[in-house]
């Protein structure tokens, strides 16, 4: 059965104007399916669990803690990591439904070292994130309207990367932070999205226990927006908006921050 997705989905000829006008300047999600599935195809295969351990195996990188704001830190080479935490037992481990367990589960995203930066810098950026080519989002949300004011220009400053891989069930608890894009590379990530803070909160829970635990207590009203997400297709989180993840089976993604 298809996961249920009430997220507006787009398809890979939408303009980035049309994104733009339609979805940041009104502040809200979207999914663009199969945006990036021949743009990043070399990249995918340079990033297959495999790859990674022949092309920077030996690398130490930076893990964080699973909790909602990710306080502890732990390195690890990412053949260690890679050997140990993607074993056939992860899953059971992130669904454990205690409150302190994602303070005491790490993975890999988010903080790169310089020795996997050749690796990070190769990305082929989305359309839809290049420099030049998104309208200056001050300038768009100050026109008070879903239509781009004449006065907008295209922003020159370059996105920031976070490159990550997880076991089935990782992810981080609900949290917010600036807007921008997801994309899987191997994988898949079930998104679970509010514009406020989500009923239920548990900062500490992994979330694959809210969804598996505290989802189903929900009345159809305090659901959140939500929709799974496969390689090629790009999600669109606005600035502010929480959000939880759920990485299902082994998952390598990037993240692009606006």
Request: charged content about 15%; overall charge negative; glycine content about 8%.
């Amino acid at each position: 059965m298809q996961p249920r997705c009430n997220i507006a989905i787009e398809g890979a000829t939408l303009p980035v104007r049309d994104f733009d006008r339609l979805y940041r300047a009104t502040s809200q999600p979207v999914v663009i399916r199969n945006a990036t599935f021949h743009s990043s195809a070399d990249y995918r295969a340079r990033t297959t669990i495999p790859a990674l351990v022949e092309s920077v195996g030996e690398a130490s990188v930076t893990l964080s803690s699973a909790n909602a704001f990710s306080y502890g830190r732990r390195k690890m080479s990412v053949e260690q990591y890679l050997s140990e935490a993607l074993g056939p037992d992860a899953r059971a481990a992130w669904a454990a439904d205690a409150d302190g367990m994602a303070a005491n589960l790490f993975y890999w995203f988010g903080e790169h070292g310089e020795e996997v930066k050749a690796l990070i810098s190769g990305y082929p950026l989305p359309r839809y994130a290049r420099p030049g080519a998104l309208l200056s989002f001050a300038a768009v949300a100050s026109s008070g309207s879903a239509a781009a004011p004449p006065s907008a220009a295209p922003t020159d400053a370059p996105p920031a990367l976070s490159f990550g891989v997880g076991p089935d069930g990782s992810g981080v608890p609900f949290h917010f932070h600036n807007d921008g894009f997801s994309e899987v590379l191997h994988g898949a990530k079930h998104w679970l999205l509010y514009p406020h803070k989500p009923p239920r909160f548990r900062e500490n829970a992994t979330s694959v226990s809210w969804l598996l635990n505290d989802y189903p207590q929900l009345s159809w009203r305090e659901r959140p927006y939500e929709c799974h997400i496969g390689p090629g297709d790009l999600l669109y989180f606005p600035k502010g908006w929480w959000h939880a993840i759920v990485n299902v089976g082994e998952t390598v993604f990037m993240s692009t921050f606006l």
